[in-house]
């Protein structure tokens, strides 16, 4: 059994409930581009390529990835392999921070440069810490509906009360919010508790889940091999998660999400993924970030399967 396409909120958007994370493509660049080693282009073309054959049908991307080199070495990828502008659904972010919302429109042309005139469906604001209001960005991101240069329009990292400004915003300007993108895995439930999930349930919203896997930690490879760590480029070994303490709290989830792929002959990974597929229903889409094409091959595998309600349950509590 494969889980079907899943329309973005109330857009005409079909997505692949996986979607591949283009963060990985920063290549060294811009904030956070050393989060993750640097990936040569080649690498990069074969990962989007091992996600098409898989049946993804988008990417998610952003402006500080590398400041337009995700967005630029996607594109290439997607032309080396043989898709044309259209064929698949691309989203990208603005990036606020020290912004007003006149940049929306003013910095839109140099999307579109680093995406080389392939077309942005999805235009997101990446984080609610602008400089404008919730209806100064709104109508900045009204005016790209208006004219058609964008599908539709998404937040990021907005808080439920923060999602429903901005959801009323834009209904003012007469369109509506399609979805919010927000760290959401099983070692990581806070969208549930904090009403977000609940608030984007009632608008019609769709669920980005971002770090799907909590950045590779529901892989259970670090648990099986702790020295990893260490040998990871980038901030992981310094965040709790992935500090003795935090792998030992997560060791009886990673063991049960073992003991339940055994069923389905899949991952750990592919069940923690499978989980943000279910749990929810089809308002949630996933985006792991893959280094690897096995990475993505694997990740890409967590549409073929799903859990029941009672498995979905049981980790969700045993992920609380
Ligand atoms: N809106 C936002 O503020 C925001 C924030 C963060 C991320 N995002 C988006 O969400 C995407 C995914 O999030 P993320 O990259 O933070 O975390 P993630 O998808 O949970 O983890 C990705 C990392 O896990 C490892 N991995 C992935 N699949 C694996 C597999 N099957 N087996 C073993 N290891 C595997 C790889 O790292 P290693 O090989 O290095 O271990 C990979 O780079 C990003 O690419 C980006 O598009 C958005």
Known sequence: MTIGLRRLGQSDIQLSPIGLGCWQFSQGNGIGGKFWQTLPEDQIAAIVAASLAGGINWFDTAEIYGWGKSETALVHSL??????????????KWYPVFRT???IVATFPQRQAA????PIDLHQVHMPWGCSTRQ???KAMARLLSEKQVRAVGVSNFSASQLRQAHRALQREGFTLVSNQVRYNLAQRYPDFDDTIQTAKELGISIIAFSPLAQG????KFHEHPELVRF??????FMPLFSRRGLARTWPLIQELTRLGQ???ASPAQVALNWLLSY???MVVAIPGATTTAHAAQNVGSMAFQLTAAECRQLADLGR
């Open 79 to 92: 032309r080396a392999a043989g898709r044309r502008p259209g064929e698949v659904v691309i989203a990208t």
């Open 101 to 103: 919302a006149a940049s």
């Open 115 to 118: 995406l080389e005139g392939w």
């Open 136 to 138: 100064g960005e709104m």
């Open 217 to 220: 930690l529901l892989t259970g």
């Open 232 to 237: 990871r480029v980038g901030l992981r070994k």
């Open 263 to 265: 069923a389905y002959q």
């Open 280 to 282: 929810h229903g089809d």
